[in-house]
């Protein structure tokens, strides 16, 4: 797979998607401050003979002859979608012709054709099977369920899947960013760290102040979740003790109930229907998973983490405040623990390996394990930075 940061793929379900017009409203954002080159990928399946699109066929397919073909749109009075992004102010936009088993071949040529400084807003879905982008979104019509072929092979890769009325979307590409030439996504969801407990496995240390690579572990946190979110909100009764932090800080209505508690409160004090919780024990944000989860919450109340183990992961994980009247009756009726409201909402339970990723610090030798693999990962960093 070959790794481009600097690229955004919009891939689409079907047609009347408004897919061209989502990525030319990106193009005329940022091509004030950046060097966009719009790119359209038109995949051929030379073997089928007939045009993927229907009995009448522009021509396309079989103007192709060789492997692929990089076209240069140079007018911007047509109606094409490459003269759109041109019209958008992409400083170049090409189309690639390619045939499907050649992908990965016609992109590399055509990136050796890219300014390394420029950012790439790209239309394609089989793009996707080959590039891994920053962002990949998929937009789909509201009234029309199919998939098409193309999508169906990658659509699990989305880092977001949004729908199209016929007039508009219901995600805008405003809430498209780009940071260190990378693009990201800026979720209208608020982000939770609950921060109020008493770290007693911790030796008496506060866990969320322990310093991860000279920071308190619950800056590192947040600076991990800044971009991604409209809001970020601190859960913990000491106020002054987070005010550093320059957050709004929510402490439990009522005192000694537990993160039931906590989640209570804090859904209440949020801006958003949609909450990320997370503990403040967690140092390491998985981003596409918390995606992942955000896109898999329509239509449910939690979306929470499972590992291979069937352990659940209640603080790290999509609550909606339409859990909020059951939370209410739960601890009126003195319940804390969160797998009561489990068995009163719709919960989507989400897979995901923490090998890789995943550490929870609640205990000394927790955090000193952590504390070493990461200065052993700078160390390694820094004598590969030596040799270059």
């Known amino acids: 797979m070959i790794k481009r940061p600097e690229f955004i793929i919009l891939g689409s379900t079907g047609r009347n998607t408004g897919k061209t017009e989502f990525a030319c409203r990106l193009i005329s954002r940022f091509s004030k401050q950046f060097k966009v080159i719009g790119v359209k990928v038109t995949s051929i399946d030379r073997d089928e003979g007939f045009c993927p699109r229907g009995p009448e066929s522009c021509g396309v397919c079989a103007s ?8 240069e749109e140079t007018k911007i ?21 390619v045939d499907k088993n050649c992908i990965e071949k016609g992109i590399n040529a055509l990136i050796e054709q890219l300014p390394q400084d420029a950012i790439v807003v790209a239309e394609s879905n089989s793009l996707r099977t080959v590039v891994e982008p920053s962002l990949f979104i998929v937009i789909k019509n ?42 990201m996504i800026r979720e209208k969801a608020t982000a939770i760290i609950l921060a109020g407990g008493k770290s007693s496995r911790m030796g008496g240390e506060d866990k969320s102040l322990l310093p991860v690579e000279g920071k308190p572990m619950i800056l590192s946190i947040i ?3 800044e971009d991604y979110f409209d809001e970020i909100i601190i859960g913990a009764n000491d106020i002054e003790k987070y005010r550093f932090l320059n957050r709004k800080v929510i402490p439990d209505i009522e005192r000694e109930k537990g993160p039931l508690m906590g989640i209570l409160s804090c859904l209440k004090a949020s801006t958003n229907e949609i909450n990320f919780i997370t503990a403040c024990d967690i140092p390491v944000m998985n981003i596409k998973l918390i995606q992942t989860m955000i896109n898999l919450s329509v239509n449910v109340d939690i979306v929470m983490p499972v ?20 939370t209410e009756l739960i601890l009126k009726n003195n319940g804390r623990r969160i797998i009561e409201l489990l068995n009163r909402v719709k919960v989507r339970f989400v ?17 000193v394990g952590f504390i070493k693999k990461v200065e052993s990962r700078n160390c390694q960093r820094n004598d590969f930075n030596k040799q270059l």
């Open 64 to 71: 192709l002859t060789t492997d692929f073909e990089i076209i």
């Open 307 to 326: 590992n291979d183990q069937d352990k659940h992961e209640p603080l790290f994980a999509i609550y909606k405040k339409s859990v909020i009247e059951d």
């Open 142 to 183: 509201k009234n029309d369920n199919t998939i098409k072929e193309g999508c169906s092979q990658v659509i699990d890769f989305a880092n977001k899947i949004i729908e199209f009325d016929n007039m508009n979307w219901d995600f805008s590409p405003d809430r498209v960013i780009i940071k260190n030439n990378t693009w």
């Open 223 to 225: 600076n991990q979740l």
């Open 77 to 97: 009075n047509l109606g094409k979608d490459t003269s759109r992004m041109l019209q958008a102010g992409a400083q170049k936009v090409y189309w690639l012709k």
């Open 351 to 367: 897979d995901f390996n923490a090998e890789n990723w995943y550490q929870n610090l609640n205990r000394k030798e927790d955090y």
